[in-house]
Nanobody
Framework: VQLQASGGGSVQAGGSLRLSCAASGRTFMSDAWGWFRQALGKGREFVAAISPSGKTIYYSDSVKGRFTIFRDDAKNMVYLQMDSLKPEDTAVYYC??????????????????WGQGTLVTVSS
């Protein structure tokens, strides 16, 4: 199983980016997806998560109202649309799968598969 995250880059504050995460090796239609991020010198923190049905979604308070997570099971992918970006959003972003979970979870340790990370840099 592999998760491949992409879409990171450099953007000015107020701008937008869309991150993508493609899975290979198996399908994840019955699993929850999550996005986490890790800024330089800090721990990996929860950003967003989505249930298998797509009907239950959680966001961290710091991104709520600016980021949108969504999934496309036909393509075996998950996305993170990031709008109104701020310099404090600068981090490496990771996608992850919480295998067999019917509810999205915020806890990093429960996730079973991880992508390699994609760097987002927001300048002021």
């Amino acid at each position: 199983v592999q998760l491949q995250a992409s879409g990171g880059g450099s953007v000015q504050a107020g701008g937008s980016l869309r991150l993508s995460c493609a899975a290979s090796g198996r399908t994840f239609m019955s699993d929850a997806w999550g996005w986490f991020r890790q800024a330089l010198g800090k721990g990996r923190e929860f950003v967003a998560a989505i249930s298998p049905s797509g009907k239950t979604i959680y966001y961290s308070d710091s991104v709520k109202g600016r980021f949108t997570i969504f999934r496309d099971d036909a393509k075996n992918m998950v996305y993170l649309q990031m709008d109104s970006l701020k310099p404090e959003d600068t981090a490496v972003y990771y996608c992850a799968v919480d295998e067999d979970s019917v509810v999205p979870r915020r806890t990093r340790v429960v996730y079973d598969y991880w992508g390699q990370g994609t760097l987002v840099t927001v300048s002021s």
